[in-house]
């Protein structure tokens, strides 16, 4: 039997972990911990204080304070009483800072944009081999590589949250579901929608600044066959996309991964989107939705819709972006860590 570790695991202080609303990177270190534990591994979780998780938390305190990263950065040194075989951080790279000359096994994973140069600093000065990193799709994992020590583990699902729905529905809507801004191409989903006859539902938050974008080129649309009906929460979103006859995601920005998508393949679902970012990676062209190069095609790939089998988009989806497959993915990593360190 493989030996049991103990991974202290580093969220953002923000949002609770499992989110309650909107949260995708909570949503993952949920997952993992819940899979970590049911391995038979020590975990321990620095995270909001009302997280909900099945290990020990260590709280991050009040996030008002101008030196909030300081006091931080002392709530994350409590660590050192764990003991960890490793430090798993899914929140800011200086929060690796109290351990970067530990010869403990560090991973910082990037679900957003590197910062390279905190990169190569911090790298500079820690201590050889310690510290490696993971991206949560290949676009972001090889910006790194040339850099420091980088692979890609994608995100998953847990598959019991998510309900598949194998009948295809050439009547049903198609849903946007994400923020309502310019670069997640809202506007664009409502000009498919028109041009393809389809009825379309609007799904998500509206952020502080983008109310105008809303005002000019959302809400004088909506109407009985294009709807808008706010955030929803996962019983809510796993409904609506169960009934959704595609996905749109026509992005105009290189979104790293929009987890949305595989929720939506967990569903049976499929994607349409630009190829953007990591999108390519996440949705297999002709199998589980199909990457678009223009607006022109992807108005003509709702037409294609019914050539999709839901069965095999929800399985690609099984296959790739399961909750213990990619918990496997990050174990794999934290055995190869760990016993590298050993041996030297």
Request: hydrophobic share 40%; charged share 20%.
């Amino acid at each position: 039997m493989a030996d049991r570790l103990r991974i202290a695991i580093i969220a953002d202080p923000f949002l609770p972990v499992p989110p309650i609303g909107y949260g995708g990177i909570e949503r993952i270190i949920d997952f993992l911990i819940k899979h970590l534990v049911e391995k038979g591994h020590h975990v321990i979780l620095i995270g909001h204080k009302d997280s909900v998780v099945p290990v020990p938390l260590i709280p991050y305190g009040n996030q008002d304070s101008k030196i909030k990263h300081l006091h931080n950065l002392f709530t994350i040194n409590k660590i050192r009483k764990f003991r960890p075989d490793i430090i798993h951080s899914f929140g800011r790279l200086a929060y690796l800072l109290p351990f970067l000359q530990s010869s403990i096994p560090k991973i910082m994973s990037y679900q957003r944009e590197p910062t390279i140069a905190q990169i190569k600093k911090a790298v500079s000065i820690s201590k050889r081999n310690t510290l490696s990193f993971t991206g949560c799709s290949n676009y972001i994992s090889n910006q790194i590589s040339g850099f420091a020590e980088a692979i890609a583990i994608h995100n998953g699902f847990p598959m019991d949250v998510y309900q598949p729905n194998f009948t295809y529905n050439s009547s049903a809507p198609l849903v946007f579901l994400g923020r309502i801004e310019h670069i997640k191409g809202t506007h664009i989903a409502i000009e498919v929608a028109l041009k393809t006859n389809s009825d379309l539902i609007i799904a998500g938050n509206i952020p502080v600044g983008e109310m105008h974008y809303f005002k000019e080129k959302i809400a004088p649309f909506l109407s009985e066959k294009i709807k808008y009906i706010g955030v929803v929460n996962d019983l809510q979103k796993n409904a609506l996309l169960q009934q959704a006859k595609a996905l749109l995601m026509p992005i105009l920005w290189n979104e790293p991964f929009g987890i949305v998508m595989i929720e939506a393949m967990a569903c049976g679902t499929p994607v349409l989107g630009f190829e953007r970012g990591g999108l390519a990676e996440i949705v297999k062209n002709g199998i589980s939705g199909f990457v678009c190069n223009s607006l022109l095609e992807m108005i003509s790939s709702v037409v294609k819709l019914y050539t999709l089998p839901r069965k095999d988009v929800w399985q690609y989806a099984f296959n790739n972006f399961n909750s213990k497959h990619i918990t496997d993915k990050y174990l794999e990593l934290y055995y190869q860590k760990h016993n590298t360190l050993k041996q030297q």
